[in-house]
């Protein structure tokens, strides 16, 4: 079974802290994602990433970034933490060659960080 | 742009009576729609998928979904439902294109499904 994990189940940290949320996956899937999940909301595309060293944003990535150095590590990082970004990060990995074939590939899905910033 | 708009929030339901969530797309363009589960303290995971062919989709846990192109819906249902299918249910599309990251996915804002006893 593909296996996405996710550094921290809870995370709390102070207004203006740079913060890192870190992902691995074990499936040496080409695309990884990060999406942040609130109440009414659903769940909002942040950045992802469709290979090593490539990013592209997503609807929301305003006070974000990523970095993506190796094929099974996807990071987001808050720059400046805010009360707004308090939320729960879903990192996701799903495997895509860039070839049609793939695009219908299922994600599969982290458990998850809710971080809190005060 | 394509989007998925899921008007139920919170769906309760008494355990074996059948229940429908319901999901309206979207789209200019071919379409692509997922069911995603989110059971407590997880992420998510595939429920079904409709790409092509048959409008209707089935899940291995009894869950199914019709695509009906006429009414934009992809509406997902169970005959008979079980406490374990409590969970929030996400309905979503594929908005990438043809470049990298053709499988980003937009989703809806989610239906909470509780099943009581």
């Known amino acids: 079974d593909v296996k996405v994990t996710q550094s921290s189940r809870y995370l709390v940290k102070r207004t203006g802290e740079k913060v890192f949320l870190e992902c691995v996956q074990d499936?040496?899937?080409?695309?990884m994602f990060w999406y942040r999940q609130d109440p009414g909301l659903g769940l909002r595309l942040i950045y992802f990433?469709?290979?090593?060293?490539?990013?592209e944003k997503g609807d929301i990535p305003e006070g974000y970034s990523v970095s993506r150095e190796k094929k099974e590590r996807f990071s987001l990082i808050l720059e400046s933490a805010s009360t707004n970004q308090t939320s729960m990060y879903l990192c996701?990995?799903?495997?895509?060659?860039?070839?049609?074939?793939?695009?219908?590939?299922?994600?599969?899905f982290g458990n998850g960080t809710r971080l809190t910033v005060t | 742009a394509q989007s998925v708009t899921q008007l139920d929030s919170q769906v309760p339901v008494f355990e074996e009576a059948p229940v429908e969530l319901r999901c309206n797309y979207s789209?200019?363009?071919?379409?692509?729609l997922f069911w995603y589960v989110q059971y407590p303290n997880q992420g998510l995971q595939l429920l079904l998928k409709?790409?092509?062919?048959?409008?209707l989709v089935e899940s291995i846990n009894g869950f199914e979904a019709e695509f009906n192109k006429s009414q934009t819906s992809f509406h997902l249902r169970k005959p008979s439902v079980h406490i374990s299918d409590t969970a929030e249910y996400f309905c979503?599309?594929?908005?990438?294109?043809?470049?990298?990251?053709?499988?980003?996915?937009?989703f809806g804002t989610g239906t909470q499904l509780k099943v009581e006893l």
């Open positions: 996701a990995s799903s495997y895509g060659t860039g070839e049609p074939s793939s695009y219908n590939s299922p994600l599969h």
């Open positions: 499936m040496d899937h080409e695309n």
């Open positions: 990433s469709y290979d090593v060293k490539m990013k």
């Open positions: 789209s200019s363009v071919s379409v692509y």
């Open positions: 409709y790409l092509s062919g048959s409008t």
């Open positions: 979503a599309v594929r908005s990438g294109g043809l470049t990298g990251g053709g499988n980003k996915l937009t």
